[in-house]
């Protein structure tokens, strides 16, 4: 072969090579233009995927809204008045019956009206809330409570709530700016009460107060019965013992009978005598007594006058 059918040949073979590399490197440019478009498209997707997933709003208002927030109410109160309870009885040595505090706390009525949107929903969705939250209470709670604070020198109910900007309407509490916060979390309604209530401390301290009361006044009572109880088998023990005996019947006295006045006895000649002369009196009329002569005999020593008139 000739010098120039070499020369020929090898540049066939480069021109070959840079062919299939030029070919190559077409082919991955435009393989890199055509994924571009995917790409951006996919990418897209995935940010309206990831913005979709935000959790929607929830209206503050919503009928299980509501129910959350009454719920989360009732919790959070018989824990307060279970706690505080629990601190009155400590610190006056005397023990409560189990289930009491929870039975004055379910008592007590909820109520909310008037809910509003106070910040809109942030980025996980969650919204601020605020409405007029009420609890009623039952009238005897409230006496007792006033009673346990006027006992301890403690402010008024009425003070309180008026520092707590709490109307009172009978024996209803209101807070007219209960703040609360509302969501969605796994698929679920989330209701979460914001902060600290004034209105749930000063309901839940009525509870404990009235609960605290009413333990009190029946281990007075109870003391007070223990107490005539000891008093009564210490006279029972100390007074003796009469043992019944046998009576025998008195014959009864008969009545005295009236004596007879005493019989004078007189001659019968004397009381015809008297009786002759009291006849001849009353018939003669009466003439004045003529006096008996004395005899003159001065050897007599005495003369016997004999009077018919005279009485012997």
Same mark, same amino acid.
């Given at each position: 072969?000739?010098?120039a059918?070499?020369?020929? /040949?090898?540049?066939?073979?480069? $021109?070959g090579?840079?062919?299939?590399c030029?070919l ?10 055509? &994924?571009?478009?995917?790409?951006a ?8 995927d990831a913005?979709?997933?935000? @959790?929607?709003?929830?209206?503050? &208002?919503?009928?299980?809204v ?7 109410l009732?919790? +959070?109160?018989?824990?307060q008045?279970?706690?505080?309870a $629990?601190n009155?009885a400590? *610190? ?22 008037? @809910?509003?949107?106070l ?8 919204? +601020?809330?605020?409405?007029?939250? /009420?609890m009623?209470?039952?009238?005897e *709670? ?6 346990? %604070? $006027? =006992?301890?020198?403690?402010p008024?109910?009425q003070?309180?709530?008026? %520092? ?8 209803m509490?209101? &807070? *007219?700016?209960?703040?609360y ?9 989330? +209701?979460?009460?914001?902060g ?7 309901v =839940? &301290?009525?509870?404990a107060g ?9 281990q007075?009572?109870q ?7 000891? %008093?009564n088998? *210490?006279? +029972? ?20 009978e ?14 015809? /005598? ?8 009353a ?6 007594a003529?006096p ?9 020593d005495m ?10």
């Amino acid at each position: 072969m000739s010098v120039a059918n070499i020369s020929l /040949s090898k540049w066939h073979k480069v $021109a070959g090579i840079g062919l299939v590399c030029g070919l190559a490197l077409a082919g991955c440019d435009r393989s890199d233009k055509e &994924d571009t478009p995917e790409q951006a498209e996919l990418t897209e997707q995935e940010t309206v995927d990831a913005e979709n997933s935000v @959790a929607p709003a929830i209206s503050c &208002d919503d009928p299980m809204v509501q129910d959350r927030l009454k719920s989360a109410l009732k919790n +959070t109160l018989n824990q307060q008045a279970q706690s505080l309870a $629990a601190n009155y009885a400590n *610190d006056a040595e005397i023990s409560l019956a189990n289930g009491v505090v929870s039975e004055k706390t379910n008592g007590v009525v909820i109520d909310v009206q008037n @809910a509003a949107i106070l910040q809109q929903a942030n980025e996980n969705g969650m919204t +601020t809330c605020q409405a007029s939250v /009420s609890m009623t209470l039952p009238s005897e *709670d409230l006496y007792q409570a006033s009673q346990v %604070q $006027a =006992a301890n020198n403690q402010p008024s109910l009425q003070s309180r709530l008026a %520092q707590d900007n709490i109307r009172i309407n009978n024996n209803m509490l209101v &807070d *007219d700016a209960f703040t609360y916060i509302v969501g969605t979390q796994g698929g679920q309604v989330r +209701t979460r009460i914001a902060g600290q209530p004034a209105l749930i401390t000063v309901v =839940a &301290d009525v509870m404990a107060g009235s609960v605290f009361k009413t333990a009190m006044d029946e281990q007075r009572a109870q003391r007070a019965a223990e107490r005539r109880a000891t %008093q009564n088998n *210490d006279t +029972t023990q100390t007074a003796p013992i009469r043992q019944p005996r046998t009576v025998t019947p008195v014959e009864p006295i008969r009545p005295t009978e009236p004596t007879p006045p005493p019989t004078i006895n007189k001659p019968a000649e004397s009381q015809n /005598s008297s009786t002759a002369n009291t006849q001849a009196a009353a018939a003669e009329p009466s003439k004045p007594a003529t006096p008996k002569a004395v005899p003159k005999d001065e050897t007599i020593d005495m003369v016997i006058i004999e009077d018919n008139s005279a009485t012997y």
